[in-house]
């Protein structure tokens, strides 16, 4: 038995990423290679960084030079590789990753940066995404993409010139002068550390075939491995007292009323959003007395002094959709201007395994002094786990999160409080494990 406040280690199904690395010349296909992987994977976690987005900020003479096309963008020292490292190891401990944007324009770094978080697999490409030995590290494939010079050069001019403002003056000087040269050096030794070879690109369907079925190997794999530790979290579960960070809504005649209306297969539809309005407003109003307060004083309107408390800070909410928007009604009137995020985590039908498919978080929600994460049933305790590690993901503390539900089985509630053991748990009813969900069903009429 686990003894309780004790971390039980968990890791949410997209850490450890599958990287797949491509490099090769200047115009060889590596861009429509990585597309047509993509489309062949037909997934929605598959996401391509391309190694653009790693190169450094010019200086003045160096901004000179790119202006003149006498900067040499096709050297591994234009390439910001500790940069790069920082966060393929981010993604690979299934944290977010801040990406930069790069103005090929400006030849700068933009100010924004763009989010890369919870994919199962990444597809890196770029000239040198096989050069850097600590990027090979965290590679699971290695791909070499081979294309004819002239080639390569062909559609470098198209690119250049129609994406990125160049001459063809410009992209020509460039090519003999850096492009073609550093091949030689630093790009077709690359060859020598690849697993696969792929001439004619995106053509080469037998090679587009082994890379799709390798990725699928190691996506059902993960799958398995994951399923086996949500399992390893539930055994012994059952018997283990509630941890004391647990709430569970006073059973008073009034929520016992409330229950049996709630419950009751013959209950109308109007009666049922009705009451359950009613029983998830005192469930937030319960939820909201784990956020922070101070001590102040107020004037009663005949001239009285009152000491009470204030709350502190802001409180958010995000809602697990869609059963969480049950408690949107309830939310508004306890908080009227709470700022609400969603998560879509839905079970796959084949395997079981929680997946997340849209994440949308309040703004700086790392700064608020309170989350409350919402969803009416708790059943396994799998899509309660991924949405909390999504909020501490984002730079949520977790003893700032309380999760807030209807009903919720002992063993998900357990797994939860040993994975999170700071997280503050606001339920009504215990029940038995894996109870089909039905709540949203008959608030929603479908």
Not at 96 to 117: K, L, W
Request: charged residues 25%.
């Amino acid at each position: 038995m686990t003894a309780l406040g004790v971390r039980t280690p968990y890791q949410p199904p997209w850490a450890d990423v599958c990287i797949i690395g491509i490099a090769g010349s200047s115009g060889s296909g590596k861009s429509s290679l990585s597309h047509a992987i993509v489309s062949k994977l037909n997934l929605p976690w598959v996401v391509i960084l391309s190694m653009d987005s790693f190169y450094k900020t010019l200086d003045a003479d160096a901004d000179a030079k790119a202006f003149r096309n006498e900067y040499d963008f096709d050297s591994p020292s234009a390439i910001d590789f500790d940069v790069l490292v920082d966060r393929l190891r981010d993604l690979k401990a299934g944290k977010r990753a801040e990406i930069p944007v790069y103005s090929f324009s400006r030849h700068a770094r933009q100010t924004e940066t763009t989010s890369i978080y919870s994919p199962h697999v990444l597809i890196l490409e770029g000239i040198f995404a096989l050069y850097d030995e600590r990027v090979l590290e965290l590679l699971d494939m290695k791909i070499f993409c081979e294309a004819d010079a002239d080639t390569c050069l062909s559609r470098r001019i198209l690119r250049d010139v129609s994406e990125r403002g160049r001459d063809i003056k410009g992209c020509i000087k460039q090519w003999f002068a850096f492009v073609k040269p550093n091949f030689e050096l630093y790009v077709e030794p690359q060859r020598n550390v690849a697993d696969i070879i792929v001439p004619r690109g995106v053509e080469n369907r037998v090679a587009i075939l082994m890379v799709i079925q390798y990725i699928e190997r190691k996506l059902i794999e993960k799958s398995k491995s994951h399923r086996a530790a949500l399992r390893k979290l539930g055994q012994n579960s059952e018997d283990d007292p509630l941890s004391n960070k647990v709430e569970l809504l006073e059973n008073t005649p009034q929520v016992q009323g409330m229950n049996t209306i709630i419950q009751d297969i013959d209950t109308s539809t109007e009666d049922f959003i009705f009451y359950f309005d009613r029983i998830a407003t005192l469930l937030v109003e319960h939820a909201m007395n784990n956020v922070y307060f101070k001590a102040t004083t107020v004037e009663t309107p005949i001239g009285n002094t009152y000491h009470g408390l204030s709350a502190i800070g802001e409180t958010s909410a995000v809602v697990i959709l869609r059963a969480g928007s049950t408690f949107e009604t309830g939310l508004k009137r306890v908080l009227p201007d709470c700022r609400t995020g969603r998560l879509l985590i839905q079970s796959n039908v084949r395997s079981g395994e929680p997946e997340l498919h849209y994440l949308k978080l309040p703004e700086n929600i790392r700064q608020h002094d309170g989350v409350l994460l919402l969803d009416p049933q708790m059943s396994s305790g799998g899509a309660a786990l991924m949405a909390v590690q999504v909020l501490v993901d984002h730079g949520v503390p977790e003893g700032k999160i309380v999760f807030v539900t209807y009903f919720a089985g002992r063993i998900g509630v357990n797994r939860l409080t040993k994975v999170f053991p700071e997280v503050k748990v606001v339920v009504c009813s215990i029940v038995a494990d894996f109870e089909e969900r039905w709540i949203e069903k008959r608030y929603f009429g479908c």
